[in-house]
């Protein structure tokens, strides 16, 4: 069986109809999103007169067979996470101004607005944006895969700040465990590639396909959205047990921007 995953779409509907079309052409039976769906960042992103919001959401309704949420879709819901051990959020966090919570989130808090555009959207796509969850399981025969945003203590990938050593992935390895996986999956890091992350190192490798054990790991991949970094999406082939990270080609970002 192969299952195709996305991240980081960032409304970028160009981006995310050629990676949907990659992913049914590799044999892919389903697709599971890892979130921040919308969330445009005008200092990193390069299609304005393309992005949707709407779009965006649409696609991912009727193709994915499973959605977390994260960061970028919390703010633009004006939802708080439910998993927040990295920073006590106040009940009242949306209704503060810009300048009291850059004040209290002291730098270590993504705020959004002073880069970001509003999502467009509709009532109903705010409505399905609340109704995501913040974890996926998903079940292939004897393997189960847990899919995030990002990593514990960090879910949602709220903080500006990203790990850089193996011991700081270690509490979500031991979530992975908690929740009867061997097998974590995430994005959030816009990471070129594939890191596989285990209780005593981090891998850091180039696109390709890697071989997956049944000891204990976590692997984070690329974005959809194009930006600084190179863009595309992972392959997990449970027959071969390998994930494979895979560049979106520009031949068919510029054919979805032409016909799309």
Same mark, same amino acid.
Request: hydrophobic content about 40%.
């Given at each position: 069986?192969?299952?195709?995953?996305?991240? +980081?779409?960032?409304?970028?509907?160009?981006?995310?109809?050629?990676?949907?079309?990659?992913?049914?052409?590799?044999?892919?039976?389903?697709?599971?999103?890892?979130?921040?769906?919308?969330?445009?960042?005008?200092?990193?992103?390069?299609?304005? +007169?393309?992005?949707?919001?709407?779009?965006?959401?649409?696609?991912?309704?009727?193709?994915?067979?499973?959605?977390?949420?994260?960061?970028?879709?919390?703010?633009?819901?004006?939802?708080?996470?439910?998993?927040?051990?990295?920073?006590?959020?106040?009940?009242?966090?949306?209704?503060?101004?810009?300048?009291?919570?850059?004040?209290?989130?002291?730098?270590?808090?993504?705020?959004?607005?002073?880069?970001?555009?509003?999502?467009?959207?509709?009532?109903?796509?705010?409505?399905?944006?609340?109704?995501?969850?913040?974890?996926?399981?998903?079940?292939?025969?004897?393997?189960?895969?847990?899919?995030?945003?990002?990593?514990?203590?960090?879910?949602?990938?709220?903080?500006?700040?990203?790990?850089?050593?193996?011991?700081?992935?270690?509490?979500?390895?031991?979530?992975? +465990?908690?929740?009867?996986?061997?097998?974590?999956?995430?994005?959030?890091?816009?990471?070129?590639?594939?890191?596989?992350?285990?209780?005593?190192?981090?891998?850091?490798?180039?696109?390709?396909?890697?071989?997956?054990?049944?000891?204990?790991?976590?692997?984070?991949?690329?974005?959809?959205?194009?930006?600084?970094?190179?863009?595309?999406?992972?392959?997990?082939?449970?027959?071969?047990?390998?994930?494979?990270?895979?560049?979106?080609?520009?031949?068919?970002?510029?054919?979805?921007?032409?016909?799309?």
């Amino acid at each position: 069986m192969k299952i195709g995953v996305i991240a +980081d779409i960032h409304e970028d509907i160009v981006a995310l109809k050629a990676a949907l079309s990659l992913l049914e052409n590799a044999g892919c039976t389903e697709v599971v999103c890892l979130g921040d769906i919308v969330g445009f960042k005008v200092n990193t992103y390069r299609y304005l +007169d393309t992005r949707s919001a709407h779009e965006c959401i649409a696609m991912i309704r009727a193709n994915c067979s499973g959605t977390v949420i994260g960061n970028n879709d919390l703010f633009q819901i004006r939802k708080l996470p439910s998993h927040t051990t990295v920073f006590d959020f106040p009940d009242n966090w949306y209704e503060l101004d810009f300048f009291e919570r850059k004040a209290l989130g002291e730098n270590h808090i993504f705020l959004y607005e002073d880069i970001q555009l509003d999502a467009l959207l509709t009532k109903a796509d705010k409505a399905w944006l609340e109704s995501l969850p913040d974890t996926w399981i998903g079940k292939y025969d004897d393997l189960r895969i847990l899919f995030t945003h990002f990593a514990m203590p960090d879910l949602h990938g709220i903080r500006t700040y990203f790990p850089k050593r193996a011991e700081e992935f270690r509490e979500h390895l031991a979530f992975i +465990d908690q929740h009867g996986c061997t097998l974590g999956i995430s994005g959030h890091m816009h990471f070129e590639g594939l890191s596989r992350v285990n209780e005593e190192d981090i891998r850091r490798q180039d696109f390709g396909s890697y071989v997956y054990t049944r000891e204990l790991q976590y692997w984070y991949g690329p974005c959809i959205a194009r930006g600084p970094f190179d863009n595309g999406c992972l392959i997990i082939d449970t027959a071969e047990s390998t994930v494979e990270a895979v560049r979106l080609p520009v031949a068919a970002l510029h054919a979805h921007a032409h016909h799309g």
